[in-house]
């Protein structure tokens, strides 16, 4: 069974660099496609991007020039930095899962995130 557990400060302050850790068990992630999905206050669901099984990652063009998501193996890790942040930025961050690119199959849990100073 894969698992998804999402980590991070809740509290950052604006201009500052998001940093998330999404843990994963039961898959390794060098396969399938793993991505960050974000959800503000009153918003629908925002795809932020994804890394596939290669490492290649693909971003959303409204966040692409603050967003990098990369992996690290030996932890079984996939990892979302966001630059520049603004209140705006303030969300519940998703971590999923799935076989196929953009799609959403397997959920973590969520954490929040508030930007404010």
């Known amino acids: 069974q894969v698992r998804l557990q999402e980590s991070g400060p809740g509290l950052v302050k604006p201009s500052q660099t998001l940093s998330l850790t999404c843990t994963v068990s039961?898959?390794?992630?060098?396969?399938?496609?793993y991505s960050w999905v974000r959800q503000s206050p009153g918003k629908g669901l925002e795809w932020i991007g994804y890394?596939?099984?290669?490492?290649?990652?693909f971003y959303s063009p409204s966040l692409k020039s603050r967003t990098s998501i990369s992996r690290d193996a030996s932890k079984n890790q996939v990892l979302l930095y966001l630059s520049s942040l603004t209140p705006e930025d303030t969300a519940v961050y998703y971590c999923?899962?799935?076989?196929?690119?953009?799609?959403?199959?397997?959920w973590g849990q969520g954490t929040q995130v508030t930007v404010s100073s």
């Open positions: 999923a899962y799935d076989p196929n690119p953009y799609h959403f199959g397997i």
């Open positions: 890394i596939d099984k290669s490492g290649s990652t």
């Open positions: 039961g898959a390794s992630i060098t396969t399938n496609y």
